[in-house]
């Protein structure tokens, strides 16, 4: 009787099409992220835009290694960043802030020929206390980073 419960079970799971939710045929690439630049000094906005580029690579399911194993090299190029108090606290300080990214998303081969490049631009704005110093600039930056982010990850696993 048990054996028969378990070959139910097999048939019935075995033919309603179930599949892994995650993608597993196509070949995965090992990135290595080469440079980030920018028009100007903005330590925040570099780190996280690092931290960004990064978590799109590994959430795409390839690897994020710089070694003699990399086939692809990544270059970011920031055309412009804008970061801008839109509004004002009842203590007149800057509590939101309006951020706009433009930038190129270059991936090479090891021969340094352009395999894609992708023009990216993503706006956010994040709205805080006025009351904590520079946290909420800091906050707008981040935001604008998890779309580029979304943005990376949507391009890498569309190739």
Known sequence: MVKLV???IF???SGCGYKPAYKTEG???VYCIKSIKF??????????FSR???DAVISSGNTLEC???????IKVY???LSISPIGYSAAQRASIYRVTVYLDFIVENRKNEIVFKK???????YTGTGLTGDVERRYAVEEVGRLVSLRIFSILTDQ
Not at 67 to 73: A, D, P, Q
């Open 78 to 80: 920031v055309k412009s």
């Open 11 to 13: 048939l019935i799971f």
């Open 52 to 54: 960004s580029v990064s």
């Open 27 to 29: 070949k995965k690439e």
């Open 67 to 73: 070694s003699g194993k990399t086939t692809r090299f």
């Open 39 to 48: 028009p100007r000094a903005e330590a925040t906005a570099l780190d996280v």
């Open 119 to 125: 023009s990216i631009s993503e706006m956010a704005q």
């Open 6 to 8: 378990f070959v139910l």
